[in-house]
């Protein structure tokens, strides 16, 4: 914007010799050509002389008053009294240099925007790992407490307490690892690696791995029949990641029916979901359910173990694929995440 101002200013100053030497180059060509008294001739240089001078003068002036409405335009900006790119505005003979103002203006205005966002966004942040952390250390500390204060002497609660400490800081742990996890993911620290895999080999060994934990809770994780020899394009330990986070939610909030995983194969792609017949998600809340530390019930939540983080790594897992999750939901029916990689 600046290099535009200089353009105009040194315009002037070039603008104004070029006139004096038409206008010079004029008169040489009159004499030339005719025939004046000497005293005619030195009125005629005299009077020419001084037309150039006022001519100058007013073109000096013009370009003054016009530098003079820049530097007042851009005065105003600097303190916060121009609001919006329209107030901005200046003469016709510098409507291009108005725009540019004007485009200089908004691209400040929308950063300073997004700084103010990301600031309301760490804060908060900031403010629930807080909170986050401080709920297992305080739980720890009130049952070593307890313990140390005699109860550890006393058979009937030591195991007890020491078992639900233990659990606190499997949860502890558990945050912290999410915490890196979507640290690293936001700050592009974590490098992917995309080859074709082997989605049913994947998937099937997830089965396994969670079948106990639905067992235990009275479900049955069924494994939907798909192509076993089906190859999808991605980072095969990420996509590990995201199941298990969909998976382990789904067993969480499942209390009776059952979990099915599965893949639908589709012409250029496969749609990767996990099916439930949970609680079911509101329609206010499933906008919200992948932001940070959101929890549908809080107490709920953490008192299973969760760390409020799991949908939002998955959905930036699935973001740095080039897909996204979604969410289909039914009060007291269930719910299905899925998204789709590429075949």
Do not use: C, W
Not at 6 to 11: G, L, Q
Not at 164 to 189: P, R, W
Not at 277 to 290: A, C, N, Y
């Amino acid at each position: 914007m600046f290099k535009k101002i200089k353009e105009n200013y040194y315009s002037a100053r070039i603008f104004s010799p070029v006139i004096f030497s038409i206008t010079a180059l004029y008169l040489l060509l009159i004499i030339s050509v005719s025939l004046f008294s000497e005293f005619n001739l030195i009125f005629l240089l005299v009077t020419s002389f001084l037309f150039v001078s006022l001519l100058q003068i007013m073109i000096g002036r013009k370009r003054k008053n016009e530098l003079n409405a820049i530097k007042n335009v851009i005065s105003r900006i600097r303190k916060n009294e121009i609001e919006k790119p329209s107030d901005i505005e200046l003469s016709k003979n510098l409507e291009e240099l108005e725009d540019e103002i004007q485009a200089m203006f908004f691209r400040t205005q929308s950063d300073i925007a997004n700084l103010k966002k990301l600031e309301q966004v760490r804060t908060e942040f900031l403010g629930n790992v807080s909170h986050e952390l401080r709920t297992p250390i305080f739980a720890i500390q009130g049952f070593i407490e307890t313990l140390l204060d005699g109860a550890i002497n006393n058979p009937k609660v030591n195991i007890n307490f020491l078992e639900k400490a233990k659990n606190h800081t499997l949860n502890l742990n558990n945050l912290l690892n999410d915490l890196i996890d979507i640290s690293m993911i936001e700050s592009g620290q974590m490098k992917l690696s995309y080859r074709y895999f082997n989605i049913f080999e994947l998937i099937d060994s997830m089965v396994h791995e969670f079948k106990s934990n639905a067992e235990n809770k009275g479900l049955e994780l069924i494994l939907d029949t798909f192509d076993r020899n089906m190859q999808l394009y991605g980072d095969k330990q990420r996509i590990r990641q995201v199941l298990s986070n969909l998976l382990t939610n789904a067993i969480k909030y499942t209390e009776n029916g059952f979990v099915k995983v599965g893949v639908e194969e589709l012409p250029y792609s496969g749609r990767v979901y996990v099916q439930d017949t949970g609680l079911g998600i509101s329609e206010h809340d499933r906008p919200r359910v992948f932001e940070r530390f959101y929890r549908i019930d809080r107490d709920r939540s953490r008192e299973m173990g969760g760390t409020g983080l799991g949908l939002a790594i998955v959905k930036h897992i699935l973001e740095a694929h080039s897909s996204k999750i979604e969410l289909n939901s039914k009060i007291g029916v269930g719910s299905e995440f899925y998204f789709y990689l590429k075949k």
